[in-house]
């Protein structure tokens, strides 16, 4: 079993490495902290970004959700053999109950709002 820490802030920083370090089980806590600092080094943290209301959202959030989930699983637990052609005809479904539009939408209020950029600045 694995604590999810996302967010563990102790008012020790060691005693937080060591909380984290020790929240995997049958894991060497030693290869935690190593892994932690390695995922720590030269990192930036994110960037929110809001472009304002997307429309082609409008009425699509748990349907479209849904149907991503839906299109993971299927894939996944597809026979090897029959996995790509799972996903693209899932991806192709997703795309067409809104999944293209909303990204098309995205895509138009991000070069309006930061140009060409493909980068926050």
């Not at 080094?41 to 994110?46: A, I, K, L, S």
Request: hydrophobic share 35%; aromatic share 6%.
């Amino acid at each position: 079993m694995t604590i999810t820490c996302n967010g563990l802030k102790l008012v020790d920083p060691e005693i937080t490495t060591k909380s984290i370090a020790y929240s995997y089980s049958n894991v060497d806590p030693a290869d935690v902290e190593t892994a932690d600092a390695i995922a720590k080094t030269d990192n930036r943290p994110g960037k929110n970004v809001n472009v304002g209301a997307i429309s082609a959202e409008e009425g699509m959030g748990d349907s479209l959700s849904s149907k991503r989930d839906i299109v993971y699983d299927t894939a996944v637990s597809a026979a090897e053999a029959d996995f790509d052609k799972v996903w693209d005809s899932g991806i192709e479904e997703y795309l067409g109950a809104g999944g293209q539009a909303i990204m098309d939408e995205r895509a138009a209020k991000w070069e309006a709002t930061f140009g060409s950029s493909d980068m926050l600045p």
